[in-house]
């Protein structure tokens, strides 16, 4: 039996039961890939769900406006991923009659997507010979051949693609890639890999010789940078101040209530990150605010940061002035109804829920 064999059967047995396994079709294929990429399965199938409700084709998809994209996509967060759909979707449509390309050089132009997307669209949904390499095949091949190259040094990642495209067996791309992924995911995992239950134990190096968990191997870790940051519930004759970040920003296109970065490599206590959010406030705003009250602290990991936003609420007067808008960035008051209207961040979001 060889790998290629044994991985096969293993998939036919264990593929979990995927939405976008049913049919394979183009699209659906394409909103999960996207959809999965920082984001775990068990996290973007009700999003994925919810999405094919709403969004039952790229027609759909096209001639939406992109709030009502962004608000779908909200807490999936990388909010680039949903503005980039939107736009390959209007571009499929003039381009393409509005039917996915099959060509893989027209997959890569499409917004968003890169080699390890691309090829994951053209081999799930066409079934063509074309290799994918992400965390869950790295470590996998890392394993399999004990291959002591740090998979976080990009030059070293061509050994990888290498080994998985001679991997494929023909007309098996469809099945094959996904059952490399799949066992990633479900046996082969980063911490306590199931090795006992492996169906491909036999042939890789790192279980013969005991030492699964010392592969994949890294060049460094990622030193992790702690940020205390406060966020401002503005309130004025039951109404909340929120702002729209400009496009080209990160999150650009979402809402967000006025927010501060106040330390780095700190921790503040409540009572100095207040002041330091009311000095930060009153300078941008111009105006004098009533007492602030801290109603919430919400833990934020993004990247090689590790935030805590204290989350104030102070009140404006009726006859109190407005607070001034920052250049580019669109500012509404809003009652605690239409706040559920907006897409904001995963953050701002819980700040919402606050309200």
């Not at 051949?145 to 080994?163: G, L």
């Not at 105006?287 to 590790?306: A, C, D, H, S």
Request: charged share 25%; with cysteine; net charge positive.
């Amino acid at each position: 039996m060889t790998i290629q064999k044994a991985l096969l059967n293993w998939f036919r047995e264990n593929a979990r039961p995927l939405p976008w396994r049913k049919k394979y079709a183009p699209y659906e294929v394409w909103i999960s890939e996207i959809m999965l990429q920082q984001t775990q399965v068990d996290t973007a199938l009700p999003y994925f769900e919810r999405w094919m409700k709403v969004f039952p084709t790229i027609e759909s998809l096209a001639r939406s406006d992109e709030k009502k994209v962004l608000k779908l996509w909200q807490g999936l967060g990388y909010y680039s991923r949903a503005r980039n759909l939107h736009a390959s979707a209007r571009l499929i449509m003039d381009k393409h009659n509005g039917v996915f390309p099959e060509d893989y050089e027209a997959i890569l132009s499409l917004k968003g997507i890169g080699r390890y997307s691309a090829g994951a669209i053209a081999s799930i949904a066409f079934n063509q010979k074309r290799p994918i390499v992400d965390g869950n095949v790295l470590r996998v091949l890392s394993r399999v051949y004990a291959i002591d190259k740090p998979i976080d040094v990009e030059k070293n990642k061509a050994i990888f693609w290498e080994f998985q495209e001679r991997l494929i067996p023909e007309g098996q791309a469809r099945f094959f890639n996904q059952a490399l992924m799949e066992l990633g995911a479900l046996v082969c995992s980063a911490r306590n890999p199931a090795c006992t239950g492996c169906p491909i134990r036999n042939f890789c190096v790192a279980y013969k010789n005991d030492a699964a968990e010392n592969y994949p191997i890294r060049h460094k870790k990622k030193k992790i940078v702690k940020i205390s940051a406060g966020a401002l519930i503005l309130k004025r004759n039951d109404k909340y101040f929120i702002r729209k970040r400009p496009l080209g920003q990160i999150m650009g296109g979402l809402w967000e209530f006025p927010e501060w970065k106040l330390a780095q490599n700190k921790t503040l206590a409540a009572d100095e990150s207040l002041k330091k959010t009311a000095r930060l406030a009153e300078k941008e705003f111009s105006i004098k605010l009533r007492p602030f009250e801290l109603v919430g602290v919400i833990k934020r990991n993004y990247t090689t940061f590790n935030e805590s936003l204290n989350v104030f609420l102070a009140e404006i007067s009726s006859q109190g002035l407005m607070p001034k808008e920052r250049d580019g960035w669109p500012a509404v008051w809003v009652s605690r109804k239409e706040l559920k209207h907006y897409p904001f961040s995963s953050a701002h979001l819980k700040i919402a829920q606050l309200i």
